[in-house]
């Protein structure tokens, strides 16, 4: 029997992702309020993405564009967490080594990043696209500005900001941060796109 590696990794990082959201929503309680953050519905775009690529057998752009987006949404929340958010986690009031934080912002985002490098189609990536990628932490962005706005509450607990993540208060952290993080999804999608073309010209000679 010859196994498909491809579409077991892909069935590990669904398994990952749902079994995560799972998991966090019954350690914490109040699944709606969970799922106001980037994290639980960048793991949920995962699963429902990785699971429609395990049975799709041929891809289009529109799908190229999206499973892409997908990808740089779960880096940015692994990266964002452990970079930014983890070292400021006062572990006396949040244990960030839980199972589901451990699915959700570390084995999920490598499973993908394994995903990409290992078995990804090369060469679908224009110059442009990473541009495309921000749409969605540009509109989840928009989300919280209109949620607080409206009187949403995050039910933060290392600050008193009422936004998800602190960078996203202009307040608090300031305009140049935030412009920072767009930057920094940028060079994400870049990075992205480089790794692509530079397979895809190895491939081709």
């Keep these: 029997m010859k196994f498909d590696y491809n579409k077991l990794l892909k069935i590990a990082i669904v398994l990952s992702a749902f079994i995560g959201i799972l998991a966090h929503i ?5 699944p709606l309020q969970k799922f106001t ?5 960048s793991n949920l775009l995962v699963g429902i993405i990785y699971l429609v690529l395990i049975f799709k057998k041929t891809r289009n752009r529109t ?21 930014m958010l983890r070292p400021a986690i006062d572990a006396n009031v949040y244990n960030p080594n839980n199972f589901s934080d451990v699915l959700l912002h570390s084995l999920t985002p490598l499973l993908v990043i394994f995903d990409r490098i290992l078995f990804n189609e090369k060469g679908n ?4 696209d990473p541009f495309f990628w921000l749409v969605y932490p540009l509109l989840y962005w928009l989300f919280t500005v209109v949620f607080v706005f409206l009187g949403g509450n995050f039910n933060t607990t290392n600050n008193e900001s009422n936004y998800p993540y602190f960078f996203m208060n202009f307040n608090e952290a300031g305009f140049g941060y935030f412009l920072l993080v767009i930057a920094f999804i940028v060079i994400i ?9 530079l397979r895809n010209k190895k491939r081709s000679r």
């Design 125 to 128: 990536i224009r110059v442009y």
């Design 63 to 83: 799908l190229n564009i999206i499973e892409n987006q997908v990808v740089v949404a779960i880096v940015l929340t692994g990266l964002v967490f452990n970079i």
């Design 189 to 197: 999608g870049y990075l992205i796109y480089l790794e692509d073309f």
């Design 37 to 41: 953050y980037f994290t639980l519905q």
């Design 26 to 30: 019954i350690s914490f309680g109040n």
